[in-house]
């Protein structure tokens, strides 16, 4: 591996500790991915860490490997109960998406979001003030990576595919199991945080 190499592979490995790359919008990284994919993932190992690569959706990122001794160097993240309501909105919404469209963007607006996640929570009259509180849970989700936000659309997202690596298979099971007392727990405090299900990352 000559120097320029050297550069471009500590690159996409910090880029990687840091979070996801996307081809999209990270183009020579993703080339240093695939390029680098066995050198990548031998040096993560030692960390305790799995290099993900979805080639269909084109993104990689580290996971934790969940049968290492080693202190964890990917924090796990314990959600609030509205957070992990949006994020399985969210997947399950991507989920009927894909059946019909196939692998086309998916955008959703802040209006549409507020309206799935109406049912979760008790009535209120107080309308802005549950509009600012669904603001708030989707910035979260937009710092965790799975929503978006347009340049060019106000208050128009677009929903990552790289939340259907985290919200599994698994955890929707998990949600629909809980989903009578989930929606019983929005109905005593409409949006009051709190740990839902464990963290995702």
Request: charged share 30%; glycine share 4%.
């Amino acid at each position: 591996m000559d120097k320029e190499q050297e550069i471009n592979f500590s690159r996409v490995l910090i880029t990687l500790l840091r979070g996801v790359v996307f081809k999209e919008r990270q183009l020579a990284l993703w080339q240093s991915v695939l390029e680098h994919r066995h050198l990548i993932a031998d040096y993560v190992k030692r960390l305790g860490l799995i290099l993900i690569i979805d080639e269909m959706d084109e993104y990689a990122y580290l996971r934790q490997s969940e049968q290492d001794s080693l202190p964890r160097l990917v924090p796990r993240r314990q959600l609030s109960y509205p957070v992990s309501v949006l994020l399985v909105l969210l997947r399950k919404q991507l989920g009927e998406y894909d059946s019909v469209n196939g692998d086309s963007q998916l955008l959703i607006t802040k209006y549409d979001i507020v309206d799935k996640m109406r049912v979760f929570f008790a009535a209120t009259t107080n309308e802005i003030k549950f509009s600012q509180e669904v603001d708030r849970h989707i910035a979260k989700v937009e710092e965790m990576g799975f929503l978006r936000k347009l340049k060019t659309q106000d208050d128009t997202y677009e929903v990552e595919r790289i939340v259907r690596s985290f919200v599994n298979a698994k955890w929707l099971q998990e949600f629909d199991e809980r989903l009578a007392d989930y929606i019983e727990y929005g109905a005593k405090s409409e949006t009051k945080e709190e740990d839902g299900m464990n963290g995702l990352i």
